[in-house]
């Protein structure tokens, strides 16, 4: 009505708001039928856009659309509807856009998923890269080789590009290699070929190696062996033919690589003979790849070939000398007698190489050339030649220079054997020279050796003046006394002096000469301060023995041995007792006065009468003549160190008893005593009476020592210096008592005693003495009384201590309330408490623990409370407040209620805990309730409590005690738990009910495992499905029929997470439940493995697997081959040939040769045939048709046979056609299988047999065809016009894919027509130009056909309907 009143918009307003009800093509044809109104749009256009407005447009819409805005030339318009999703993209609309937009039309391809018209356009706009991913992502199969076929002649750059695309393709290359490779040589496509066979074996494979030669022989051949090279260069390829590659580079001028090729000997070194014409770099690193043998080798025959390659030859030694060895490249430049070439080589090697031959010949070659420097620095600096073997050369080399062998000889000490060779030679300026600057410390050696050549002595002190200083002096002085010439050093010497040299030997020696000459010589030995007086000493013995003891006495210690010796030897024993009392040494001493014995003990007399003779010079002479108390003291020292206490207390008595001005010297008094300590102890007490200035103090220390033990005389020295007259100082005096009660009781052990002289002196240091000696010895009374008097509370932890030993308790009051007056000490404190607490005084206890003390309570209380004191350890734990352990005292004085009442105080659960038990033992079930409350509020306590009510057998009580806890404010996991637990002990008819409702507050674990104990599984199966463990679940129902329910179990079996209970569960249900079996499987579907059931009911048995069928019918869609094979035995079994034909055919995972072959020998007919369409189906094609022929089913075998595409099989078919007389099925297999029968077959057996009219078919039909290729060959060999190329190109993919003439020939399978001279691939034959591609395989299609008997365009191929045999 709207479009008869002309409301055109209203009527497009109408339909787009309709849904898709009225957008249909008779809408579009009425709206196309109403006539345009002037200046107005058409309404077609206006339905159009009101259209575009409200959405997308449908296919017919678009391609309507489309048409007028081509017409119109614009497609821009195009473009933003397809921009914007306004269009339905078709291949109808990409048809439409073709012409006038190939990027638009490409882009409606692609959409609308037309893959053969997307490709088209890739070719038509060159981009061949494209091709194959995007055939490869839309799974698009095409004929890729018919396409290179026809790119090769019209477009080889683009046949490059997708040879490219298509062997690089994922998952494998889409084209066989060897093949596109020779369709590129047969059109003379170098280039192309080397680019496409560089992409294609980029990867380096192995099975390649072959290619691999092909590609670089076609370069190195056909003129382009710069390309080998890069290829080669770049080290992509490493498996082609290595020997051969290299002789074609040898023939190229490559000598290089050439040479990287071969690795005989002989080939390279006939490659080397070109070395001038290599990269002296390559030519060196070369060398690094071959062996230690040919490496020597090639070198000895580059360098027979002239100075030419000596250069390089030098750098191969240099670099590789560790490898091929010095002494072997030695003899190579040796051979060559290139002493040049040696030189530079060892020169690059000398400073590292540690090889003695390396550095002698290099020393060798640079004397040969002249080179004296190079040889004088190595013979200077080295240290790895032999230096006998480059001395002997040099001396018989006889050099202008000799500086190399002054070198060796100097380093190696062939000084003696330079000196006479420079003297021999006339060479003296050199000798000068090498003593003057080379080596001055070897100067004696060499005027040695002067001395033996009977050099001039005006020339050897010459030298000697000029070295001066820097010779040696001790040396030079030794060679000259062995041969007599030390006068002649004289000159010499005073000038080393004169300079201020402070040398010993060198005055040695001045001294030699002057004592000799008797030149002042004991005013030389007294003066001079630098000599040595152990080595002129001994040169004096012999000649005046004053003189020896002078210089010996002037070493100051250091030649006392000498000194002694030589004095007792000449009867000098003044002087020697004068030294020794000057020297004051007691080492020196010692060795005078110490007695020898022989080897049998015995002293030796001579040397005893020389000892006594010195004794007595010191005592008459050297002693009285002294005037220095250390001189005397040293002596008096040294004899008692010699063992003289006979000797020494004379002595001494003479001295200090007798008068003399050391008679008061305290020294010499006290070693008196000593001495009367050590030798004669009965004059000790008269010494000590008579003596008053000696140490008191050390003297009594030495005398109660243990190897004298004078305590007498020790005691008299105390007493004795203890007076005033001796000491004034009263602390002095207190001191002195002290040490002598220490004698009484430390040595002497008489307490007696040491009391009578402690009540004597009255002294509290004294009595302190005695206490702590009295507690020594345990008398633990006497030493309280004695700190006591002292007032002395110092000791109070030991009296403590053993007044806690000896239990003296009433005793050790006293004492602790004295030192409580001075010391506030905790230990004081505490052990007046304990003292109270064992003498049972808990009066005076109360009051002392009320008042102010320092006593550690705590530890007393426990103390008290540890020895069973409860009454005083209640006392006191009651005044700390120790709730705690104040409870525990009313237990053991069985005091239950205040017990309870200080448990309340002290609310600690260890002591609820303690009291509970104690009335639980006490039968005060009550108050042990009331603290068995305060104890289960804590889950650590929780077992304790069960176990002392179970242990003494109170349950009723322990389950009454838990039941109360579940109405605690604070109660815990722990109480719900525990209960549960006892209810499966003693009350199991309440487990179920409590579980139930407490199951939010139980632990799980603890409850099922004791239901499981007490045996009540079904509690435990309800826990476990709360919980969430259906494993354990289904394992207790499985193991326990009491607690099997069959919905449970299901709704358990889902939910496990093990999936091996799954498959125990179906034994189980096989075993126990089997009617229940196919509800199991229902529910397990999704979740096992079917593959495994179905073993589970083989092994099970065969009624299990007729049980099982249902479920495995419904499973099968999955193809599973266990569940396909156990179904079609049962099918077998069961005679149901339709449900097994059905079954193979939608489910063919199973082992269908074995089905086949059992199936062959079936009795029923229909067996058979399924047994031959197995065998068709697994393309075993003669298996098939023997049996098809058996049972005489002749449309089998033609089928088959077609299937196979096999000429071999089908020829045998006709040929059994012909011998069996079945014309009509000869002539159907002709015609069913027209592609794959040759005409000279079908000819041949229709002659032979008379079957002319049933072979004419077939012979009209392959002449149609074969006039139908001519012409399409005919048109594609035309050289194609240069404007209409474009259009040839597009129509020639058409071909390909199928929208050519839409004629369909007689053939099953559609061939590959075009190819000329029927050679196959279209390829050119060998021997009409190019490169020989003799060596390449004949891969690829036959034919040119696709595989699968497919056309072209994917089209099976096939009789068209109108043709008739």
């Not at 490059?160 to 290699?177: E, R, Y």
């Amino acid at each position: 009505a709207l479009m008869g009143a002309g409301q055109v918009k209203e009527a497009a307003q109408l339909v787009a708001s309709s849904g898709s009800a009225l957008r249909t093509p008779q809408t579009i044809a009425r709206f196309q039928q109403i006539p345009a109104e002037p200046g107005a749009p058409q309404p077609v256009f206006q339905y159009f856009s009101t259209l575009l407005e409200h959405g997308k447009l449908n296919e017919q819409e678009s391609i309507e659309l489309a048409k007028p805005v081509l017409q119109q030339g614009r497609p821009q318009l195009m473009e933003k509807w397809l921009k914007d999703d306004k269009l339905h993209c078709s291949e109808a609309l990409g048809d439409l856009i073709m012409p006038h937009d190939t990027a638009m039309a490409l882009s409606v391809y692609l959409r609308s998923e037309t893959h053969a018209k997307a490709i088209q356009c890739f070719v038509q706009r060159g981009e061949y890269d494209k091709i194959v991913p995007y055939s490869t992502s839309v799974g698009y199969s095409m004929d890729y080789s018919s396409m290179l076929s026809q790119l090769l002649f019209s477009n080889p750059q683009g046949a490059l590009d997708l040879a490219k695309g298509l062997v690089s393709a994922d998952g494998g290359p889409l084209i066989d290699i060897q093949a596109t490779a020779e369709a590129f040589l047969s059109s003379n496509r170098v280039q192309e070929t080397t680019a496409f066979l560089l992409e294609a074996l980029k990867d380096n494979k192995e099975e390649h190696a072959y290619l691999q030669t092909k590609l670089l022989e076609i370069n190195l051949i056909g003129g382009a062996p710069q390309v080998a090279d890069a290829i080669m260069q770049n080290g992509i390829l490493t498996h082609y033919d290595r020997a051969h590659i290299g002789k074609l580079c040898e023939r190229a001028g490559m000598w290089q690589r050439a040479a990287e090729h071969y690795s005989d000997i002989n080939d390279i070194k006939r490659v080397f003979k070109n070395s001038h014409q290599m990269n002296p770099e390559f030519v060196v690193t070369y060398f690094g790849k071959l062996n230690r043998e040919q490496s020597i080798a090639l070198l000895k025959d580059m360098m027979s070939r002239g100075p030419s390659n000596m250069q390089v030859c030098v750098e191969v030694a240099k670099k590789y000398n560790d490898e091929l060895g010095s002494e072997e490249l030695v003899k190579v430049f040796e051979n060559a007698k290139a002493t040049e070439g040696l030189y530079y080589y060892l020169g690059a090697v000398v400073n590292f190489s540690e090889d003695p031959v390396v550095h002698f010949k290099y020393i060798q070659s640079a004397c040969m050339l002249g080179q004296f420097k190079e040889a004088e620095r190595v013979c200077r600096d080295s240290n790895i030649y032999k230096p006998e073997q480059v001395k002997e050369y040099l001396k018989n080399a006889k050099l202008p220079d000799p500086r190399p062998l002054i070198h060796v000889c100097d380093r190696y000490d062939f000084v003696d054997e330079l000196t006479e060779y420079l003297y021999l030679n006339s060479l003296l300026q050199y000798v000068e020279v090498y003593v003057t600057k080379v080596s001055p410390a070897k100067t004696p050696q060499v005027v040695g050796k002067l001395f033996d050549l009977g050099a001039n002595e005006d020339f050897t002190k010459r030298i000697l003046m000029a070295v001066g200083t820097a010779c040696p002096v001790e040396e030079m002085v030794e060679i000259a006394e062995m041969r007599n010439r030390l006068r002649m050093l004289q000159p010499w010497l005073e000038a080393r002096v004169a300079t201020g040299s402070t040398e010993p030997g060198t005055h040695n020696s001045l001294g030699k000469i002057y004592i000799q000459m008797n030149k002042d010589p004991k005013a030389f030995l007294t003066n001079n301060m630098f000599y040595e007086p152990k080595v002129l000493g001994p040169f004096c013995e012999s000649l005046d023995p004053s003189l020896a003891f002078v210089a010996y006495k002037k070493g100051a210690g250091e030649c006392d041995d000498e000194l002694i010796k030589i004095s007792f030897t000449h009867g000098l024993f003044r002087d020697l007792a004068r030294y020794l009392v000057e020297r004051q040494d007691l080492e020196l001493w010692a060795k005078v006065l110490t007695k020898e014995e022989g080897e049998e003990g015995d002293i030796d007399a001579e040397k005893e009468s020389q000892r006594r003779q010195l004794i007595d010079q010191v005592v008459e002479w050297a002693l009285p003549e002294s005037e220095s108390a250390d001189e005397v003291s040293c002596t008096v020292k040294a004899f008692m160190a010699a063992d003289l206490p006979g000797e020494l207390i004379v002595l001494l008595e003479r001295i200090i008893l007798q008068g003399s001005d050391f008679s008061d010297n305290k020294n010499l008094q006290n070693l008196l005593i000593l001495t009367a300590i050590r030798a004669d102890h009965t004059k000790v007490a008269s010494y000590i009476d008579q003596l008053d200035n000696f140490d008191a103090k050390d003297i009594a220390l030495i005398c109660v020592s243990e190897s004298h033990m004078l305590y007498e005389e020790a005691f008299t020295i105390y007493v004795k210096f203890a007076k005033p007259e001796h000491t004034t100082d009263k602390e002095e005096q207190i001191e002195m008592q002290v040490l002598a009660m220490g004698v009484l009781v430390d040595y002497m052990k008489d307490l007696d005693r040491a009391k009578t002289f402690a009540n004597q002196v009255d002294e509290k240091p004294v009595w302190s003495k005695l206490g702590n000696a009295q507690l020594e010895e345990k008398m633990a009374a006497d030493a309280i009384l004695s700190f006591i008097s002292a007032e002395d509370a110092s000791e109070y932890v030991r009296v403590c201590a053993e007044a806690n030993e000896a239990e003296i308790y009433a005793e050790v009051i006293p004492f602790l309330k004295m030192a409580r007056k001075n010391l506030q000490e905790n230990l004081l404190d505490t052990e007046l408490i304990y003292a109270y607490a064992k003498t049972n005084n808990l009066t005076d206890l109360e009051k002392f623990v009320n008042g102010p003390n320092v006593a550690n309570i705590q530890n007393i209380g426990d103390r008290c409370f540890s020895e069973g004191l409860y009454n005083a350890s209640k006392i006191l734990f009651k005044s700390i407040n120790n709730n705690s352990k104040l409870a525990l005292c009313h237990i053991h004085l069985e005091e239950y209620r205040e017990a309870v009442a200080a448990a309340s105080l002290a609310n600690n659960v260890s002591t609820w805990k303690q009291v509970c038990f104690a009335c639980l033992k006490a039968s005060e079930f009550r108050l042990a309730a009331t603290c068995g409350l305060e104890v289960i509020k804590y889950p650590d306590h929780v077992d304790d409590v069960v176990t002392t009510y179970s242990d003494l057998g109170h349950f009723d009580h322990l389950v009454s005690l838990f039941e109360q806890g579940l109405g605690l404010e604070d109660a815990h996991i722990g109480i719900f738990t525990e209960l549960g637990i006892l209810y499966t002990k003693h009350v199991p008819e309440k487990v179920m009910e409590h579980c139930k409702v407490f199951f939010s507050k139980l632990n799980v674990s603890k409850v099922v495992r004791a239901c499981e104990r007490a045996r009540l599984f079904k509690p435990a199966v309800y826990l476990y499905m709360q919980d969430k463990q259906a494993d354990s679940a289904v394992k207790t129902m499985s193991e326990h029929s009491s607690a099997f329910d069959n919905d449970l179990f299901l709704d358990a079996i889902v939910k496990v997470r093990n999936a091996e209970i799954m498959y125990k569960a179906v034994s189980f249900y096989l075993t126990m439940h089997p009617m229940l079996f196919t509800r199991l499987m229902e529910v397990l579907e999704d979740h096992v493995d079917h593959s495994r059931v179905v073993n589970q009911l083989r092994r099970t048995g065969d009624w299990a697997l007729q049980l099982g069928q249902a479920y495995m019918k419904t499973v099968q869609k999955e193809n599973l081959s266990a569940v396909n094979e156990a179904l079609n035995e049962l099918y077998i079994e069961d005679e149901d040939y339709e449900s097994l034909r059905k079954s193979i055919d939608k489910f063919q995972n199973f082992n269908m040769i074995a089905l086949a072959s059992k199936l062959a020998t079936h009795e029923l007919l229909e067996f058979r045939r399924i047994s031959a369409y197995v065998y068709r189906c697994n393309k075993k094609w003669s298996q098939s048709i023997e049996l098809s022929k058996n049972d005489r089913m002749w449309k089998d075998c033609i089928d088959t046979a077609n299937e196979s595409a096999d000429e071999e099989t089908i020829e045998d078919l006709l040929r059994f056609f012909c011998e069996t007389s079945e014309k009509e099925c000869f002539c159907a297999a002709l015609y069913t299988c027209f592609s794959h029968v040759r005409p000279d077959v079908a000819i041949e057996l229709g002659w032979l047999n008379g079957y002319h009219h049933f072979i004419m078919p077939f012979l009209v039909q392959n002449m149609r065809q074969t006039y139908e290729r001519l012409q399409v060959l005919e048109k594609r060999t035309q050289p194609p016009k240069e404007e209409d190329a474009q259009d040839q190109i597009a129509q020639t993919y058409g071909q390909l894919g199928g929208f050519g003439n839409g004629m369909l020939m007689l053939e099953n399978g559609g061939g590959m027509g075009g190819m000329p001279g029927g050679m196959p691939g279209g390829m050119m034959p060998p021997g009409q130009g190019g490169i020989d591609m003799s060596g390449f395989g004949q891969a690829g299609m036959p034919n040119g056909m696709p595989p699968g008997g497919m056309m072209p365009n994917g089209m099976p191929g096939g009789m068209p309907p109108n043709m008739s045999m």
